[in-house]
């Protein structure tokens, strides 16, 4: 049997703009996203603190530092700059790989600049 298991948050992120004209997906600063382990092109899922909705798109990594989080194409429809948001990423894990798991999970100031990570 497999569980379906957080593998990365970044926990309270800061939309910093919104691009409605483009293909979509949700731009992060690549140094978030390597200390969530998260990749380019994954899917997410997103929790919008402010607004209570939810939905799924994928990443684009950002520029190192700059402290990105862009929300764009439709996904710009789900919030606005200032608005919280929960970024996760899940994977699939064995029974017996359960246990020991643990996300890698990263704090972040109102900036994005990352606080710490667990």
Do not use: C, W
């Not at 978030?32 to 909705?53: F, R």
């Not at 939810?54 to 929300?71: N, Q, V």
């Amino acid at each position: 049997m497999f569980r379906v298991m957080l593998a990365g948050k970044i926990h309270r992120a800061t939309v910093t703009e919104t691009h409605l004209d483009y293909e979509g997906s949700l731009t992060v600063d690549a140094d978030l996203l390597e200390a969530a382990g998260m990749v380019a092109y994954e899917q997410i899922q997103v929790y919008n603190v402010s607004t209570g909705d939810r939905f799924e798109t994928y990443l684009i990594e950002g520029p190192r530092h700059s402290g990105a989080i862009a929300l764009n194409g439709a996904a710009a429809r789900r919030g606005q700059p200032g608005d919280t948001l929960i970024i996760a990423t899940y994977h699939l894990l064995p029974e017996e790989q359960v246990p020991p798991h643990r996300p890698r999970v990263v704090f972040v100031d109102e900036k994005n600049a990352r606080l710490s990570s667990a």
